[in-house]
């Protein structure tokens, strides 16, 4: 296409009136619907992917533009113009595309980060392990060097090679390089079935070569560009597993029931589910409130990281019913969790998962419908539901007794004396639970960080629903936290969002505070300084007896560095727990984006923390637990 101004002038005049057209009609389906726009247009690779992305929902960009996305940050410029879309500039890949992922989590909208060629790539495809892990569908759109041989290509990596960027993305989800104009409905066909793929979603990869993306494309067919939705899943298949398992749930005197992100749309039937089989829930961190807090059967969180009660119910279950788990190391205590368990009943959309352990009746289809099979199977053979009075029962419920006994513990001397700080200070778990409990009251969506904050935040949050509490266990992503704050700007659906990190995953992506002004973020970061990386130098003196490489040798002053970004509020969050309450409360009545930072107590006091009480390979563990796993054989 030719580079005149002429030429773009007349280019930017069609993109303009298309947009316009689409916007007077109410988007691209009624557009097409009343004929304000053709199926058949003349138009460019840039433009129909605009286009194909708006038929799929997508109104929403993220990112850094460079170089190699020049050509599409001119059509967003045109269609942003008439209203279709937004551009979220930001100051790094990475937050961009932890403020997608965390959009996709929190409402379902979706969202394409948008990058140059080269480390803005590379930035954005090491923040995409955060919905790999966790299976968020998220769009990657990358520049990429043209498809001709013109030399190492500035930013790409320096070899003969081409494709090389593919091959990377492709390991972390699908991708699709662009070589070919008339190929972008197969890319966004692809990139459809992976971003909203009902039970596996996760990042799919857009490659798109600087020759290809201002490539014409004359009378271009927009009824090529898909639309709609992959189909679910229904119940797993009755080839007999149904009455196989309810038989040996029946038989089993302690049943457990491990609850996975993939039961979020299925509370109802694991509700029933447990008191049809006498069990007691284990929660994922991912399914935090898919179980109500209160609930006598929910055990809570089990694993490395997990409480007492959940440990219990792991560590003594005769049987195991996995619903939409993937069994992480951490939860899943390196898979060896479940040392008495000696069937299990594995429901899961996904073939792999479900046939993750030895001895299992894999129940493959939505969790829900499946569940609601298993059921009636069951219901079929007991006349009447469990009573929670049963020695199962009792003998969890104890335990769970105990868990919040020594919570309680904790919360009743929230202050302790810390060295570093030469002062009295917070404890982190008193902290979180101040946080979450306010988070609670005023309906705002809680992340937590990685590190200490995630673990004592798994063990403290009391979600009575889902959807009020995320933290990418997946990853364990430093950053993802405050990046997700982000979110709140891009949202069609306004939330208020508390992020509670730590000053080790803080200065992993502090430019959420210059991009969440810039956007218009709201929400609040709570910064937990203990001055070093705290969850490390706890593995280090648990396992070796010493800390190394861990401890912050320089003070920072938090609370200036956020007065020096103009329009951000920042606090003290003080030293007791109506300091820290006041602080949340005016942080909340502030119209925008605020920091509290709060030094919280690190040391040996066993009040400062709620400990670990499951098993995980980690250093000098990993001999014992492996052999430990291979013992159980499950």
């Known amino acids: 296409m030719t580079t005149s101004s002429t030429s773009r002038e007349a280019l930017a005049r069609q993109r303009q009136r298309h947009a316009e057209a689409i916007a007077r009609a109410g988007g691209i389906e009624a ?217 040996a749930i029946l038989a089993a005197e302690r049943v457990v029931v491990r609850v996975g ?15 049809l089989a006498d069990a007691v829930a284990v929660v994922s961190p991912v399914a935090s409130g898919v179980i109500p807090y209160a609930h006598p059967r929910n055990m809570l969180v089990g694993g490395s990281k997990g409480s007492i009660c959940g440990n219990y119910a792991m560590e003594h279950a005769d049987l195991l019913i996995a619903v939409g788990t993937r069994a992480v190391c951490q939860s899943d205590s390196s898979r060896t969790a479940y040392p008495g368990v000696r069937c299990v009943v594995n429901i899961n959309a996904d073939l792999e998962a479900a046939t993750h352990y030895g001895r299992s009746i894999a129940l493959v289809g939505d969790a829900a419908a499946t569940l609601a099979r298993l059921n009636a199977e069951l219901a079929r053979h007991r006349s009447s539901s469990a009573s929670v009075n049963s020695p199962w029962m009792a003998a969890c419920a104890e335990q769970r007794q105990r868990w919040e006994a020594l919570k309680a513990e904790r919360y009743a001397t929230p202050i302790l004396y810390d060295e570093k700080w030469g002062g009295h200070l917070l404890t982190q778990v008193a902290a979180v639970k101040v946080a979450t409990d306010w988070a609670r009251e005023h309906d705002a969506i809680t992340f937590f960080d990685a590190g200490d904050v995630q673990a004592n935040g798994l063990q403290v949050v009391e979600d009575d629903r889902w959807g009020r509490t995320y933290t990418d266990t997946g990853a364990s992503y430093m950053g993802f936290a405050v990046s997700a704050l982000l979110a709140t700007a891009m949202s069609s659906q306004p939330f208020y969002g508390l992020a509670i990190s730590g000053d080790g995953s803080f200065t992993m992506s502090p430019q959420i505070l210059i991009d969440g002004v810039a956007q218009g ?48 509020l920042a606090l003290d969050g003080g030293r007791s727990p109506r300091a820290l309450r006041a602080a949340l409360e005016r942080a909340h009545a502030y119209e925008g984006l605020s920091l509290i930072h709060l030094p919280v107590y690190y040391g040996p006091d066993p009040l400062g923390g709620l400990g670990a009480y499951g098993r995980w390979n980690v250093g000098n563990w990993v001999p014992e637990t492996q052999a430990l796993r291979h013992e159980i054989g499950l």
């Open 261 to 275: 992100g993939g039961a979020r749309e299925a509370t109802g039937e694991v509700l029933e589910l447990l008191d």
């Open 31 to 247: 557009a097409l619907a009343s004929g304000a726009v053709s199926t058949r247009v003349d138009t460019t690779v840039s433009e129909a992917l605009v286009l194909g992305l708006l038929r799929q929902g997508v109104r929403a960009y993220v990112g850094v533009l460079g170089h190699g996305s020049t050509e599409i940050g001119e059509v967003l410029r045109i269609y942003e113009g008439a209203g279709l879309v937004r551009l979220y500039n930001v100051r790094h890949e990475g937050e961009a595309s932890h403020a997608a992922a965390a959009l996709r989590w929190v409402t379902g909208e979706k969202v394409a980060v948008v990058t140059s060629i080269g480390p803005g790539a590379l930035h954005a495809l090491a923040a995409s392990l955060v919905p790999a892990s966790d299976g968020l569908g998220v769009w990657y759109l990358f520049g990429d060097e043209t498809t001709e041989d013109e030399g190492p290509n500035m930013q790409q990596i320096p070899k003969a090679e081409q494709a090389l960027y593919l091959n990377l993305c492709a390991t972390m989800g699908r991708a699709y390089t662009l070589h070919t104009p008339l190929a972008l409905p197969t890319a966004l066909r692809r990139g459809l079935n992976t971003v909203d793929h009902p039970y596996q979603a996760g990042p799919f990869f857009l490659l798109l070569p600087m020759n290809v993306q201002p490539a014409p494309l004359q009378g271009f067919n927009l009824d090529e560009l898909p639309v709609g939705a992959p189909p679910r899943l229904g119940p797993a298949a009755d080839d007999g597993a149904y009455a196989r398992a309810a038989q």
């Open 521 to 568: 973020a709201r929400g609040c970061i709570l910064l937990m300084d203990n001055r070093r990386m705290a969850a490390i130098s706890a593995l280090q003196l648990e396992q070796y007896g010493a800390d190394h490489a861990t401890d912050d040798q320089v003070a920072v002053d938090y609370v200036a560095w956020a007065q020096a970004v103009e329009g951000l």
